[in-house]
């Protein structure tokens, strides 16, 4: 049988090892999930959310070990990995506060007795996750998911493997019903298209890369399967020629290396206007060499390894092509000696759309800063690009930084506020970033049956 093995990113070490399923273990994990969806459909909302609420508990009462799992299987700081771990515990609470309201049904005036649109699970949902953010990328999809009635199949990044299975204890723990959400171990990728191609399963979300996202969209539609794709993401953040730098220039750090830089919704195009540039580059290129580099399980480090050692080959390959191109380099810019997949906080200066640091995602700990010719060429370029997730403006002028960013396509804008998803907002792209909703009361109908009724009194002859 073959088996996964997950690696310690800042060490190399292995940390575990599991069996995979084959055919016939997947098949009969397939059925015993559709079995239990078709009774869970039924459990009142009421019962759904109490459930949902257990796992908010366990989440804030095990955070500490949820948290060191992550850091060791993707390198996460530990202080963010806690944090991941609360915020689940926030969007499970949400949920459960809101469920019952959310999927009432929506009265309709028509010239029937009665009508009203009803929200009703599809059936059972595969979710493939990815692993920078191992608990946060299930729980913001099983969450609303499960608690409209569905079912759950998640099959996440092999290298957090641990996470996965400690996600589906997680449930059980809670008091769900045996094998309405379960983690499959896969080892082979064509299993993924056997699954979304079987009768059992009725949508797929996957959150991930392009490439990854054009699949699953693919196989999903030959078998006209519901999909929603989160993908990449080059966030521009625009500052504006009166922005207050000072104020702006942490917020700034904390944007682009959040996850050491491991996300797809880290600003990676800082659109600076010229008027304020010069500013900006000798402030971020201090506190971004200043930042504390080391192992993901210290309290004090910021910055963590890459999750993988390609990860470190890519990131190189895009700033070194980059800063022969013209770019300038102000801090970091190599990778870091010693066991690890560690890359230097870098910030690149003069770069240019035409460089892969602006024109291709940059999933890593790397900074690249665009100067603009007033406000609207800034828009200009952070508008050029072939993502649309989220965006963010930073003006004094509250208003003119709306207007100005209708200018901007993407899912999310935010005007002075580093950009991040929120259980109470929707969350997803448009252009290469995919397609459909996640979180607020647009996720939980993403996987429902909107359904029209309409009922009227016998006719009489």
Same mark, same amino acid.
């Given at each position: 049988m073959?088996?996964? $093995?997950t690696?310690n990113?800042a060490?190399?070490?292995k940390?575990?090892e599991?069996?995979?399923l084959?055919?016939?273990?997947?098949?009969?994990?397939?059925? %015993?999930?559709w079995?239990?969806?078709?009774s869970?459909?039924?459990?009142?909302?009421?019962?759904?959310?109490?459930?949902? %609420? &257990?796992?908010?508990?366990?989440?804030?009462?095990?955070?500490?070990?949820?948290a060191?799992?992550i850091?060791?299987?993707m390198?996460k700081?530990?202080t963010?990995?806690?944090a991941?771990?609360?915020?689940?515990?926030v969007?499970?609470?949400?949920?459960?506060?809101?469920?019952?309201?959310f999927?009432a049904n #929506?009265?309709?005036?028509?010239?029937?007795?009665?009508?009203?649109?009803?929200y009703?699970?599809?059936?059972?949902?595969?979710?493939?996750?990815?692993w920078?953010?191992?608990?946060?990328?299930?729980i913001r999809?099983?969450?609303?998911?499960?608690?409209?009635?569905?079912?759950? /199949?998640?099959?996440h990044?092999?290298n957090?493997?641990g996470a996965?299975?400690?996600?589906h204890?997680?449930?059980v723990?809670?008091?769900?019903?045996?094998?309405?959400f379960?983690?499959?171990v896969l080892?082979?990728?064509s299993?993924?298209n056997?699954?979304?191609a079987?009768?059992r399963?009725?949508?797929?979300?996957?959150?991930g890369?392009e490439?990854a996202?054009?699949q699953v969209?693919?196989a999903?539609?030959?078998a *006209?399967? #519901?999909t929603?794709l989160? !993908?990449?993401? @080059?966030?521009?953040?625009?500052?504006?020629?009166?922005?207050?730098v000072?104020?702006?220039?942490? *917020?700034a $750090?904390?944007?682009?290396f959040?996850?050491?830089g491991?996300?797809?919704l880290?600003a990676? %195009?800082?659109?600076?206007?010229?008027?304020?540039i010069?500013?900006f580059?000798?402030?971020?290129g201090?506190?971004?060499?200043?930042?504390?580099?080391?192992?993901?399980? &210290?309290d004090? =480090?910021?910055?963590?390894p890459?999750?993988?050692? @390609?990860?470190?080959d890519?990131?190189?390959?895009?700033?070194?092509? @980059?800063l022969?191109?013209?770019?300038?380099?102000? =801090?970091?810019?190599h990778? /870091?000696?010693?066991?690890?997949?560690?890359?230097?906080?870098?910030?690149l200066?003069?770069v240019?759309?035409?460089?892969?640091?602006?024109?291709?995602?940059?999933?890593?700990?790397?900074?690249?800063?665009?100067?603009?010719?007033g406000?609207?060429?800034?828009?200009?370029?952070?508008?050029?690009?072939q993502?649309?997730?989220?965006a963010?403006?930073?003006?004094?002028?509250?208003?003119?930084?709306?207007?100005?960013?209708k200018?901007?396509n993407?899912?999310a *804008?935010?005007? &002075?506020?580093?950009?991040?998803?929120?259980p109470?907002?929707?969350?997803?792209?448009?252009?290469? @970033?995919?397609?459909?909703?996640? !979180?607020?009361?647009e996720?939980?109908?993403?996987?429902? &049956?909107?359904?029209?009724?309409?009922?009227?009194a016998m006719?009489?002859?």
């Open positions: 073959s088996t996964v $093995v690696i990113p060490t190399g070490e940390l575990e599991y069996p995979g084959d055919a016939a273990g997947l098949d009969a994990a397939l059925q %015993r999930t079995d239990a969806q078709r869970w459909r039924h459990t009142p909302i009421s019962e759904r959310a109490s459930l949902l %609420r &257990n796992v908010a508990k366990l989440l804030r009462d095990e955070v500490d070990d949820h060191r799992l850091s060791l299987e390198g700081p530990i963010e990995a806690r991941e771990v609360l915020k689940c515990a969007t499970c609470d949400y949920y459960a506060e809101h469920a019952e309201e999927l #929506k009265e309709v005036a028509t010239e029937a007795v009665t009508s009203f649109v009803s009703e699970p599809l059936g059972v949902v595969l979710a493939v996750m990815p920078n953010f191992p608990y946060w990328q299930v999809f099983a969450a609303p998911a499960l608690t409209s009635g569905n079912g759950g /199949l998640l099959k990044a092999s957090v493997t996965a299975l400690a996600l204890d997680l449930f723990r809670a008091g769900y019903p045996a094998d309405v379960q983690t499959l080892t082979q990728h299993m993924v056997d699954i979304i079987d009768a399963v009725a949508a797929v979300t996957l959150t890369s490439g996202g054009a969209a693919e999903a539609g030959r *006209l399967k #519901k929603v989160e !993908l990449g993401g @080059s966030d521009p953040f625009v500052i504006l020629g009166d922005a207050d000072p104020a702006i220039t942490p *917020l $750090v904390r944007a682009r959040v996850n050491t491991q996300s797809c880290c990676k %195009r800082f659109v600076v206007d010229k008027q304020v010069a500013d580059e000798a402030r971020v201090e506190a971004v060499a200043a930042l504390k580099i080391g192992d993901p399980l &210290n004090t =480090t910021q910055i963590g890459l999750a993988k050692p @390609s990860f470190v890519d990131i190189d390959a895009q700033v070194q092509q @980059s022969a191109m013209g770019a300038r380099l102000i =801090t970091g810019g990778r /870091l000696d010693g066991p690890g997949n560690f890359y230097a906080p870098t910030v200066a003069d240019t759309p035409d460089m892969p640091v602006f024109n291709q995602e940059t999933f890593g700990p790397v900074m690249a800063i665009v100067k603009a010719d406000a609207e060429n800034a828009i200009e370029l952070a508008d050029a690009s993502y649309g997730l989220a963010s403006i930073w003006t004094a002028d509250m208003n003119a930084g709306l207007e100005l960013g200018g901007i993407s899912g *804008l935010f005007v &002075n506020g580093v950009v991040v998803s929120d109470r907002l929707p969350f997803g792209g448009v252009k290469l @970033s995919g397609y459909g909703r996640e !979180l607020s009361i996720g939980m109908h993403e996987f429902t &049956n909107v359904r029209a009724v309409w009922a009227g006719p009489r002859a």
